[in-house]
């Protein structure tokens, strides 16, 4: 579904609509993305607007993949992150194929897009069998692949680990919050893991969200015997993900 190698990914977060073209055979953005700032409030036909608008600004006229910040099923938004709560129970997909005048398109959850990129470009690339990311921010994101197939919505940090959900141990705003120092904290993300682990026996972790730019400072501080490595693409894993999944014919 690609165009000469190439597909077009668009990655909604709370804060901004991004999106660009992506070379398939490097993972890397052809150009610069493009950037437009999420409406507010973040409704299902305002965002879906900023998504036609992005789109137009980018002259693209091919099959498109789109992240959201939300459990994705049959193309319905089941949950609502960092977005309006109307996207709760909305046909996301019907509603960007309207918007987009009905163009091939596809909607998944951003950390699972996020996992598809850094499994085959990024940070597990080297890695083989089951591979965990995680994204440690406002709470923690996960997803979940074996030998490049994922496994959709898989929302590990709502897991229940040492009495307590996983993010709420564990998130980054957790370490902001409480004061905690780095120490204090890779103790919480080594117990969440541990946990995890334990379940899943995965062959990597891959740690995502911002705090991952500063992963010298924690991560050899980890406790868990499954190896933990930094995120690669940071900001554009999402558009990344994305337009695999349009590529790939992904539909959660």
Known sequence: MSARGHAFGIDIGGSGVKGGVVDLATGELVHERIKIATPHPSTPQAVADAVAKLVAEADWSGP???TMPAVVLDGVTRTAANIDKTWIGTDARALFSEAL??????VLNDADAAGLAEDRYGAAQQFDGLVLLLTFGTGIGSALLYNGTLVPNSELGHLEIGGMEAEHRAAAS???RNGLSYEQWAAEVSTVLIGLENLFWPNVFVAGGG???DADQWIPLLTNRTPVVP?????TAGIVGAAMAIDAGIVP
């Open 231 to 235: 995120a690669h693409l940071r900001n």
């Open 101 to 106: 005048g009905g163009r091939p398109l596809t």
């Open 174 to 176: 957790i370490k902001d």
């Open 211 to 213: 705090i991952s730019r």
């Open 64 to 66: 498109v993949g789109i």
